[in-house]
């Protein structure tokens, strides 16, 4: 049901976020090295959208397009239906790195964006703080990050994305560094956390069952330059729960996946 | 603790070679007759310290700002940091004995020339250090914060400065320790006051035990502003002195 009222939503509106045959070649060393050739798909407001390829496939420097980090030598980026030239500051943005600035406390880390947008401090920390418990870091609201684990760590760090106010977030590889446990644990928990929020994400794995757990779509990439080979749509019903994984649906599309990224199944 | 007690044993077996050994006290004064020696002429070193430390903080309070402007331009500025870098590494060769005469025929015997030495000696090591830890910060902290909007000031308030202040402060330290060292050469080549001239003067005197007083004077202050240097530090950069950190330099014996 939410999900139908989701798709009606998206078609009276325009898509959150839109890439339009969007390319993008590197000079380095002499060498021309194609990252991103003819990319183009559609995200709507309030959808889960995980991007999968093969290391080198150009995942990160898509989110610097996104971004507004890198300009696209070819095609355009659509943000709310409009063109969108200068981007940075318009979406939130997750790295790889946690990038906690080690001499900020966690909880001065996650108030920086509202810094950034000139909210006085004490109101930014007062707002953060009010956010710690959903994120499982109340006991460590002045505790620098050096000290933290690295699933606290990365919890703060979607924190400090998620306060940047942005209807968009993009993360790529959140989890990635994580154990497997930890992994899983913090999957259910950003999956709740979307519940609640209603924010349209784009999330960057390598971990084929982490981009179908999450998602409503999944966009494979090729390896190098990064083209779109295939993009699914998830059947499985929300909310997720573990046990879907042992499915046999979940099985089918785990292969369709694998094929697409040209592993033998 | 390991080298406080090193240096007592020394003290005890310099005390020792002395009395046992028969040198005069001219060749080699025991610790008691340098700390006698030291109690002797208290008015006079007194006002020597007073001078030697206005040189030496003025000099440093001068060098600190010269130095991290310098090194702000630097940052900057690419073609500056390219000039100047290798000019201001060349310039350390250029031994301060050499030039201390100079500048004491340029500007007389008074605080001047002092202070300047003491700015020569101590701002390289304050501009490098600048400019390597502003060099050091995390370009990914950088572009995130750019992602977000940040405008240039804010990123230089949020992470350049403070990823440059532990190397700062390793400049400052062995800033500090050069500072006094600096103020007495000039002091020694060509001064009315101060430690330096209580050096010289001793010695042209063959007051052998104040010549050690005076050394010991001017290390221990050397010593008190390193660690001032230190505590400040300790107090401003709280996340740099994380526990485990410091349990890690107390192995290797840094502190």
């Known amino acids: 049901m939410i999900d139908e009222g989701r798709e009606r939503r998206a078609q009276v509106t325009p898509p959150k976020l839109e890439l339009r045959r969007v390319s993008k070649t590197f000079q380095a060393n002499g060498m021309t090295v194609q990252a991103l050739e003819d990319i183009s798909f559609r995200v709507s407001s309030g959808e889960f959208v995980t991007l999968i390829g093969p290391s080198g496939s150009g995942k990160s420097t898509l989110f610097n397009l996104i971004v507004g980090l890198l300009e696209p030598d070819q095609g355009e980026i659509w943000l709310d239906g409009e063109h969108c030239l200068q981007r940075t500051g318009r979406v939130g943005y997750m790295p790889q790195r946690d990038l906690l600035l080690p001499w900020r406390t966690v909880l001065d880390n996650a108030a920086i964006p509202l810094e950034l947008r000139g909210v006085p401090r004490h109101a930014a920390r007062t707002r953060a703080r009010a956010m710690l418990p959903l994120f499982g870091l109340e006991a460590f609201a002045e505790v620098y990050p050096a000290t933290l684990s690295g699933g606290m760590r990365q919890r703060a760090a979607l924190l400090r994305t998620i306060l940047t106010d942005r209807d968009v977030l993009l993360l790529d590889e959140p989890f ?90 | 603790m390991p080298p406080v007690l090193l240096i007592a044993a020394a003290i005890l077996a310099w005390q020792l070679i002395a009395m046992v050994s028969g040198l005069s006290s001219f060749i080699l004064p025991s610790p008691l007759q340098v700390l006698q020696a030291g109690w002797r002429t208290r008015h006079l070193l007194g006002q020597a310290i007073v001078t030697t430390m206005v040189e030496t903080i003025l000099g440093l309070a001068i060098a600190l700002v010269l130095g991290v402007a310098l090194a702000a331009a630097m940052d900057m ?65 950088v572009a995130l914060l750019n992602a977000m909007g940040a405008a240039r000031r804010q990123v230089w308030r949020m992470v350049r400065l403070p990823a440059a202040l532990p190397s700062f402060f390793s400049g400052l330290r062995i800033a500090v320790t050069y500072s006094v060292v600096g103020a007495t050469i000039g002091e020694w080549v060509g001064g009315s006051a101060g430690l330096g001239l209580y050096m010289l003067r001793s010695k042209n005197a063959l007051a052998t035990d104040q010549v050690f007083v005076a050394i010991v004077i001017t290390t221990a202050l050397s010593i008190g502003l390193f660690a001032l240097v230190y505590l400040i530090e300790r107090a401003l950069l709280p996340w740099y002195y994380t526990t485990q950190r410091v349990e890690q330099w107390e192995e290797t014996g840094i502190y």
């Open chain 1, 176 to 265: 990635g560094a994580l154990d497997a446990l930890t992994r899983q644990e913090l999957q259910d928990w950003l999956l709740r956390l979307w519940g609640r929020l209603q924010q349209t994400v784009l999330f960057i794995t390598h971990d084929v069952e982490e981009a179908l757990y999450l998602a409503d779509h999944v966009i494979v990439l090729s390896a190098r330059p990064g083209r779109v080979v295939k993009t699914l749509t998830v059947s499985l019903p929300r909310p997720r729960r573990r046990g879907m994984i042992a499915s046999p649906e979940f099985g089918r599309q785990m292969a369709e996946l694998l094929q697409a990224l040209g592993v033998e199944v």
């Open chain 2, 77 to 141: 500025v690419g073609f500056l940091r390219r000039a100047l870098y290798p000019i201001l590494v060349a310039s350390q060769t250029v031994q301060i004995l050499a030039i201390a005469p100079l500048l004491i025929i340029w500007f007389g015997f008074g605080l001047l020339p002092k202070v300047i030495i003491v700015v020569l000696v101590t701002f390289f090591p304050l501009a490098v250090s600048t400019a390597d830890g502003l060099a050091s910060a995390d370009p990914d902290q």
